[in-house]
């Protein structure tokens, strides 16, 4: 048992990838004989998956899910921001130039409309929240928007440690909520096609949320989503700290 924990230690990135595998091919199997695949198996497997990192961060007393515990050291690595922007950015590459073209004022609507609607749901949260400060109400509308962009709001306006956590972790919930909820409403919202999944990633915003719930859906659109949503993270970091704060500071007084 020893031998095989020192195994295991030595080769974390490797165990890593096959627990996701597993998981992966299990919940796979489960949503085909046991759903009728009603429900997709990604979107099972995404939400075992934070079920186990809650249920490890319980365990180990930590704040990184499973890689709390020693064993699974691995997934710290594979779960870090250089393999998922890795992820996304390879993933963009493979969409279609001439599809993009056909999509581009879409996109570009999408992406002002997605930014600007989000924003001003942060705002009104972080207001009822209490916040009455341009600084604060900005940064908090930020991280609705995507909780890349929220910190990197707080960082240049220069908003305290609180606000700057409470952006992030209104960031992660939409992620979260987009993973899950873009299977089951796929069909629904005719979300069928690179058109559509590129209004999708242009609306929604937050990359790895996009394009796993597109994966979920039809792996052919992920590279259409990803394209849009990493455009509305750096569009989000341009206007968030510039634009906004400044209509938010002229609207304050």
Same mark, same amino acid.
């Given at each position: 048992?020893?031998?095989?924990?020192?195994v295991?230690?030595?080769?974390?990135?490797?165990?890593?990838?096959?627990?996701?595998?597993?998981l992966?091919?299990l919940?796979?199997?489960?949503?085909?004989?046991v759903?009728?695949?009603?429900?997709?198996?990604?979107?099972?497997?995404?939400?075992?998956?934070?079920?186990f990192?809650?249920?490890?961060?319980v365990?180990?007393?930590?704040?990184k899910?499973?890689?709390?515990?020693?064993?699974?050291?691995?997934?710290?690595?594979l779960?870090?921001?250089m393999?998922?922007?890795f992820?996304i950015?390879?993933?963009?590459?493979?969409?279609?130039?001439?599809?993009?073209k056909?999509?581009?004022?879409?996109?570009?609507?999408?992406?002002?409309l997605?930014?600007?609607?989000?924003?001003?749901?942060?705002?009104?949260?972080?207001?009822?929240?209490?916040?009455?400060?341009?600084?604060?109400?900005?940064?908090?509308?930020? +991280?609705?928007c995507?909780?890349?962009?929220?910190?990197?709001? *707080? #960082?240049?306006?220069g908003? @305290? $440690?609180? %606000?700057? &956590?409470?952006?992030?972790g209104?960031?992660?919930?939409?992620?979260?909520?987009?993973?899950?909820?873009?299977?089951?409403?796929?069909?629904?919202? +005719?979300?069928?096609?690179?058109?559509?999944?590129?209004?999708? *990633? #242009?609306i929604?915003?937050? @990359? $790895?949320? %996009?394009? &796993?719930?597109?994966?979920?859906?039809?792996?052919?659109?992920?590279?259409?989503?990803?394209?849009?949503?990493?455009?509305?993270?750096?569009?989000?970091?341009?206007?968030?700290?510039?634009?906004?704060?400044?209509?938010?500071?002229?609207?304050?007084?």
């Amino acid at each position: 048992m020893d031998e095989l924990i020192k195994v295991i230690d030595k080769n974390g990135l490797i165990v890593a990838f096959l627990l996701v595998g597993l998981l992966t091919w299990l919940t796979d199997i489960f949503s085909k004989r046991v759903l009728n695949s009603r429900i997709p198996g990604s979107a099972i497997a995404i939400f075992m998956a934070l079920f186990f990192g809650y249920l490890g961060g319980v365990l180990a007393n930590g704040e990184k899910g499973l890689a709390d515990l020693k064993l699974f050291q691995g997934l710290s690595l594979l779960g870090g921001s250089m393999f998922r922007d890795f992820a996304i950015v390879a993933t963009a590459l493979g969409a279609s130039y001439i599809l993009i073209k056909r999509s581009g004022l879409l996109g570009l609507v999408s992406l002002v409309l997605g930014i600007a609607v989000f924003f001003v749901s942060g705002v009104v949260l972080a207001w009822i929240l209490g916040y009455r400060d341009a600084v604060s109400l900005c940064t908090i509308g930020a +991280g609705a928007c995507t909780y890349i962009v929220g910190p990197v709001t *707080g #960082g240049a306006l220069g908003a @305290s $440690s609180e %606000v700057i &956590a409470l952006s992030i972790g209104t960031g992660v919930i939409k992620t979260i909520a987009v993973t899950i909820l873009t299977p089951m409403f796929a069909k629904k919202t +005719g979300l069928d096609n690179p058109g559509a999944a590129m209004a999708f *990633g #242009g609306i929604m915003g937050t @990359s $790895s949320g %996009v394009a &796993a719930g597109l994966a979920a859906t039809d792996p052919k659109l992920v590279p259409y989503g990803a394209v849009t949503a990493t455009f509305y993270t750096g569009l989000g970091c341009l206007l968030s700290p510039s634009l906004f704060y400044l209509l938010l500071n002229a609207w304050l007084g």
